[in-house]
């Protein structure tokens, strides 16, 4: 209660909002959280919380648990994420296995997890072992023969249908928000944007659940996107734990950013490439603190995930390798030429899978997601299964590209022709002519690398989890273990020839087709989602390869190159814009020669500019004015005839305002005058109480003058996250401009459709 002298009888007048309420300063779904009120609103707490602490032990004590909450957090995500994914790791490894065959001793273990517990192995035949028997074995007693190929072949079919059935309909009936990848929704929330449950409970778990499913399909898919949709989830779920993030939208949005970097730990075993993913493609806001926190929790996820040890390697990744060989400066042209070819596929794709998703969104298609993933997974399952290369799942498939042949392989793409007279140690065998299985491994890895550039179009943006990164690495792999075999034998039959002569003599080790296909796999990677830094510090944790940086960023930026110079979107930037979602880009340039007048609101010939005045509209005028417009606030003036700027009001928080004061403030009727400054205006004796909300008013919104050319405008809004600037000359109101008017103009300069921008 404050005094404010003697009004209509009474000697005290509550100053509404002295007390916090709840829901004030929170934000509706689909809006665009106030990134500067939130900083206001943290250093405000923080320097309460300080202040107290010196008050007595038990406030320091207090001051300290809220410092380390932000630990607390990072911990909590590292250990729940680690456990997520190795869980998903286990259950996708047996349920693929599952397609093909079944464990009789244990039937919860793989194939190989089988054929470990076997004495009657052999190393030849290691992948064979009386425990696992594939269902022909099974049903009909036999291996071999039509029939157990057309029995194989069918169940093979059933079971990926099977998957893909289970995922769909959990996803369309408990989370539709748990299907994509995720991360272009990730970068919109991380750029201020509320979507409510979109990293809620429900999601996490049909998310885990539905990506183990989708995976082990054989669907031409991933899981590393989703995985950081599912670390994100963890990050919010954590975060509604503690006041100083559950209160705060900015301060949660540092949670999520280190969770977008455990996600990428865990998928890849790669805690330093997830903390720079995070940093160059997913956030918009990392101050330093942020670094050190996301390490922190990466490196707790990956500890976690290392304990798990999910692939029975001692290692955090599928695709550990080993090369002996360096590589020579006349390799680069190859590498380069990788790097062509994987900005020219993310083209590409790019450009497809926008087209279709397009297609999806505007036509009867869109209709019948489930229809859509049975037909794309029948089709999937029924072109994979006779080639061996796609009928497996595609972590194994690059992990066998990615690997070096040494004496003990006994892979088709190891099958050289031995010199009998070699007597060279087990780790440094020379080049040698490639044999029959070599060659039926080249056609086969042809129909393969045809086949998922095809279908991954069709599967990417379908209603269940489906991440990008693992078959763009594929593609790239397959183009790169191609060209490197290529080059092999071109360096072995004519070793003669001036390229070759200073670096390849016979009988020496000179060609590493494995290192191709992780060449081939960062360019395609790179291509696509247009990362460089991240991506080679990916790739080289993800490998091993710590040698071979170079070629790595040499590809990484000609492949960025490449693909700038058709468009510069990357795939996750696309299906930003596709869904209209209100991102400014930090990586957008704006050079149109416009001004702030140009795209401010009202226009000429529009109605004027809705605005309150700071001591003369009553309850019944706010409450008819917020239910005639749909804005999402309102600038204060002084009056009507000046136009004189004193601040800006929320809608939202004026509704909750009013709300709570009719329900707590006697007195307060429709007619009871609103005003916004310290003292109450002069008012006839029989009056109603008036009702002051200058708590609720933002003294200080963004400002800037008609002439202020766009240019800045758009780096403002970029680099304070504004959700809207008001426009004046000399301290007069002129007009508001909103993220929205801004995201319209740059479509419009850009000679999109600028209806586009969906959401507020």
């Known amino acids: 209660m404050v005094n404010t002298g003697d009004i209509n009888g009474s000697s005290n007048l509550m100053d509404f909002l002295d007390e916090p309420i709840p829901d004030v300063g929170t934000y509706e779904d689909f809006h665009t959280i106030d990134w500067l009120r939130e900083k206001s609103r943290d250093t405000d707490r923080h320097r309460k919380i300080t202040s107290k602490s010196k008050e007595s032990i038990w406030e320091f004590i207090k001051g300290l648990l809220d410092a380390w909450s932000g630990w607390v957090v990072m911990l909590l995500i590292g250990l729940l994420a680690g456990t997520l994914a190795g869980v998903i790791d286990l259950a996708v490894d047996w349920m693929t296995d599952l397609k093909e065959g079944i464990c009789l001793n244990a039937f919860w273990y793989s194939h190989e997890q089988c054929c470990w517990t076997s004495d009657e192995t052999t190393f030849e035949d290691r992948d064979k072992c009386p425990q696992w028997q594939k269902w022909s074995e099974l049903m009909i007693d036999q291996s071999e023969g039509a029939s157990a190929y057309i029995l194989n072949y069918f169940l093979y079919i059933m079971w990926a249908l099977s998957f893909a059935f289970l995922a769909v309909s959990l996803v369309r009936v408990f989370a539709p928000y748990a299907c994509g990848s995720g991360i272009p929704e990730i970068k919109t929330i991380l750029s201020g944007f509320i979507i409510r449950g979109y990293l809620g409970k429900w999601t996490l778990l049909i998310k885990t659940v539905t990506l183990v499913l989708v995976v082990s399909s054989g669907l031409s898919l991933g899981k590393e996107g989703p995985s950081v949709h599912v670390a994100c989830c963890c990050g919010n779920l954590f975060s509604s734990l503690f006041s100083k993030y559950s209160k705060n939208e900015g301060k949660r949005r540092e949670v999520l950013s280190a969770a977008a970097a455990v996600g990428v730990s865990v998928a890849f075993g790669a805690p330093i490439g997830g903390v720079l993913f995070s940093l160059e493609e997913v956030s918009y806001y990392f101050p330093l603190k942020t670094l050190w926190r996301s390490f922190f929790a990466a490196l707790v996820a990956a500890f976690t995930l290392r304990s798990i040890n999910p692939f029975g390697n001692s290692r955090l990744v599928l695709f550990y390798v080993e090369y002996h060989t360096p590589w020579y400066m006349a390799e680069l042209f190859p590498f380069i030429l990788l790097g062509v070819f994987g900005g020219l596929w993310g083209t590409l794709f790019i450009r497809c899978n926008i087209a279709w998703c397009r297609r999806r969104k505007t036509t009867k298609l869109g209709k019948y997601p489930v229809l859509e993933v049975i037909v794309v997974t029948a089709i999937t399952a029924l072109l994979a299964y006779p080639n061996p290369y796609t009928r497996r799942s595609t972590s194994e498939l690059i992990s066998e590209l990615f690997n070096d042949c040494g004496a003990l392989e006994s892979s088709q793409l190891c099958d050289y022709i031995n010199d009998p007279n070699m007597t060279r140690p087990v780790d440094d065998i020379p080049d040698r002519q490639a044999g029959a299985g070599v060659y039926t491994a080249m056609w086969q890895l042809a129909l393969a690398l045809i086949f998922k550039i095809i279908i991954t179009i069709f599967t990417f943006g379908m209603k269940i989890p489906s991440g990008l990164f693992i078959p763009s690495i594929a593609v790239g792999a397959i183009a790169g273990r191609i060209v490197g075999v290529g080059v092999e034998q071109l360096a072995y039959h004519h070793h003669d020839w001036i390229i070759f002569r200073n670096w390849c003599r016979p009988g020496a080790d000179c060609v590493t087709p494995g290192l191709y296909a992780m060449v081939g796999a960062a360019a395609c990677l790179g291509g696509v989602t247009r990362m460089t830094v991240s991506l080679v510090v990916i790739m080289f944790e993800l490998t091993g390869g710590l040698e071979y940086i170079v070629p790595l960023m040499a590809a990484a930026v000609t492949s960025k190159w490449v693909a700038d110079a058709f468009g510069k979107e990357g795939i996750y930037e696309a299906h930003i814009h596709l869904n209209g979602y209100p991102f400014l880009d930090v990586k957008d340039e ?61 809608r939202r928080e004026l509704i909750i305002a009013i709300k709570n004061a009719r329900q707590r403030q006697d007195g307060v009727v429709s007619n009871s005058i609103i005003y916004f400054t310290e003292d109450p205006p002069e008012l006839p004796a029989n009056s109603p109480h008036p009702l002051k909300l200058r708590r609720i008013l933002n003294l200080s919104p ?46 419009q300069m850009a000679n999109q459709d600028p209806e586009s921008i969906m959401f507020n």
């Open 590 to 650: 704006f050079t149109h020669r416009t001004l702030a007048m140009d795209v401010m609101r009202p226009r000429r010939g529009e109605p004027s500019l809705s605005v309150l005045t700071q001591d003369s509209m009553t309850v019944e005028d706010v409450e008819t004015l917020i239910k005639d417009t749909d804005y999402n606030g309102f600038p204060v003036v002084v009056s009507r005839d000046s136009e004189r700027l004193i601040g800006f009001a929320q």
């Open 702 to 747: 963004f400002t800037v003058t008609d002439h202020t050319p766009m240019e800045t405008v758009v780096d403002i809004f970029r680099k304070l996250g504004l959700r809207q600037c008001l426009v004046t000359r000399s301290g007069r109101l002129l007009g508001i401009i909103t993220k929205k008017d801004v995201l319209r103009h740059m479509a």
